[in-house]
């Protein structure tokens, strides 16, 4: 099954969309990747979620990428002596280490660290947003603030701190044992929740090694004071403007999208939009109109991939949701706008014979009319290369490697299909012409353009580029 588009669409399993059958039917519908949630479900859910894609992987002859999302730190206020209480705007509210029950005066923070990260005059943050505190003082034991917007408060609300870098562990000990588990499924990608530093990587990369790409998820602003070295880390980024847009005024978030995005392909990363995305189809069967325009925003902003959460694991129109995720962006890389967009601001080439030989490849595909640009790749870098110019011809990545060809499913534009291992030039570029004709990307008589690194099977040698004709 060949994707009649680009960018690609991963959907969240769930409660709604975790059958076999429904796991089939999201497939069909467009999805090309999907997401375990670790906050949510036992790890025998995710066993059973991970042999139904794998079946239906099977089934369709085509990889499949799974993505673990980890939970990350979640700092929650404690329980309330009523199950809820309505702070004052205007008032005192106290957050202390008493465990006592709260009212509408104060709430046990069950995080000494916040203790020690807040100062006076910087803000925190309630029920992901809603209330919003200024600190007044603070001690050992307790932050005593002013409520600037009010409202009700129940148990275990969340906490944010946009203001301070908190000295908190990316990896809680839930997320080693998540982690532990999701690379023992053979997960092609896992998700890091909270990443305010570039340090902050250190301990997932040095567990994960190379058995899994890892993707940062760029959700606290503080973060954004360390882009580029974060993203030069990270395999992939995700945008989770849901959280991030909880710690950032909602005018700023597109901004910090924007600049996520181009960074991401500066360096050739694999980016992901995600949250909120097609929000009302949780329970409507079709988006409202400013939904899909930012679907289709994400797409002209030249977006890997975009995500859907609550939509397909919870909704009611799990199918519905990928199919117009699916149709959206169809239609937007069929606008001739997309293109001169996508044109616009090429990424700068590295001083590399790699990023040269790909910088080229899309100028040949172009002057030659190929119908294909073939990328032959044991570690997929090649393949990423030539996505991160956006080639007008699609790719076609031949590797020997089930895992690349499943981490390709989150790559912009690349089609992955797994060849067996070659031992010469000519028995590659026979292999490409067969499989471009198999896979319908070109017919007797086109041209493709074939790009690969010798010796093969050496990761990151990109240094071929060659040119025949079907």
């Known amino acids: 099954m060949r994707r009649q588009r680009n960018a690609r669409v991963i959907a969240t399993l769930g409660p709604a969309s975790s059958s076999p059958e429904m796991i089939q039917s999201l497939y069909e519908a467009g999805a090309d990747v999907f997401r375990f949630n670790f906050s949510h479900g036992t790890h025998?859910?995710?066993?059973?979620?991970?042999?139904?894609?794998?079946?239906?992987?099977?089934?369709?002859?085509?990889?499949?990428?799974?993505?673990?999302?980890?939970?990350?730190?979640?700092l929650r206020v404690g329980v309330m002596a009523e199950g809820k209480a309505v702070l004052a705007t205007g008032g005192e509210f106290t957050l202390d280490n008493d465990p006592t029950p709260g009212d509408s005066s104060r709430v046990h923070l069950p995080h000494p660290e916040l203790f020690v990260a807040v100062e006076p005059g910087q803000s925190l943050l309630l029920d992901d947003g809603k209330l919003r505190l200024q600190v007044l003082s603070k001690s050992s034991t307790q932050i005593k603030t002013k409520v600037i917007t009010g409202g009700p408060l129940s148990d275990r609300k969340g906490v944010n701190v946009p203001d301070a870098i908190l000295p908190i562990p990316v990896l809680?000990?839930?997320?080693?044992?998540?982690?532990?588990?999701?690379?023992?499924?053979?997960?092609?990608?896992?998700?890091?929740?909270?990443?305010?530093?570039?340090?902050?990587?250190?301990?997932?990369?040095?567990?994960?090694?190379?058995?899994?790409?890892?993707?940062?998820?760029?959700?606290?602003?503080?973060?954004?004071?360390?882009?580029?070295?974060?993203?030069?880390?990270?395999?992939?980024?995700m945008v989770a403007r849901g959280d991030l847009g909880v710690e950032l005024p909602p005018e700023r978030v597109p901004i910090a999208s924007k600049r996520i995005l181009r960074m991401c392909r500066e360096q050739g990363k694999p980016t992901i939009v995600a949250t909120q995305m097609?929000?009302?189809?949780?329970s409507a069967p079709t988006p409202t109109r400013a939904e899909a325009s930012d679907v289709a925003h994400a797409i002209y902003d030249a977006a890997d991939a975009v995500m859907l959460s609550a939509e397909s694991a919870s909704g009611q129109f799990p199918v519905q949701a990928v199919s117009m995720m699916d149709r959206i962006i169809r239609e937007v890389e069929s606008d001739p706008l997309y293109r001169t967009l996508i044109d616009a601001q090429p990424p700068k080439a590295l001083p590399t014979a790699a990023d040269a030989i790909c910088a080229a490849l899309r100028g040949v595909t172009e002057v030659v009319g190929a119908t294909t640009t073939v990328t032959y790749t044991t570690s997929g870098a090649t393949s990423l290369r030539a996505a991160r110019q956006r080639p007008t011809a699609p790719i076609l990545c031949m590797t020997p490697s089930l895992q690349t060809a499943r981490r390709m499913a989150f790559v912009w534009g690349v089609h992955a299909k797994i060849v067996p291992d070659v031992s010469s030039v000519d028995e590659m570029v026979d292999a490409a012409k067969a499989m471009s004709v198999e896979e319908g990307f070109a017919k007797a008589g086109d041209k493709i353009a074939i790009t690969a690194g010798m010796p093969f099977g050496k990761p990151g040698t990109t240094n071929l580029l060659r040119v025949a004709s079907v």
């Not at 859910?45 to 369709?60: F, L, N, S």
């Not at 097609?278 to 949780?282: A, V």
């Open 44 to 74: 025998e859910d995710h066993r059973a979620r991970y042999e139904a894609v794998r079946a239906v992987e099977k089934k369709m002859g085509r990889p499949i990428g799974i993505l673990a999302d980890l939970q990350g730190p979640k």
């Open 172 to 237: 809680t000990e839930k997320d080693r044992r998540d982690l532990d588990f999701a690379l023992s499924l053979g997960v092609e990608c896992v998700a890091l929740s909270f990443v305010q530093r570039p340090e902050d990587l250190h301990e997932a990369r040095k567990i994960i090694g190379d058995r899994a790409l890892l993707m940062t998820k760029l959700e606290k602003p503080q973060a954004m004071d360390h882009l580029d070295e974060i993203v030069r880390l990270s395999d992939l980024v």
């Open 278 to 282: 097609l929000e009302s189809m949780i």
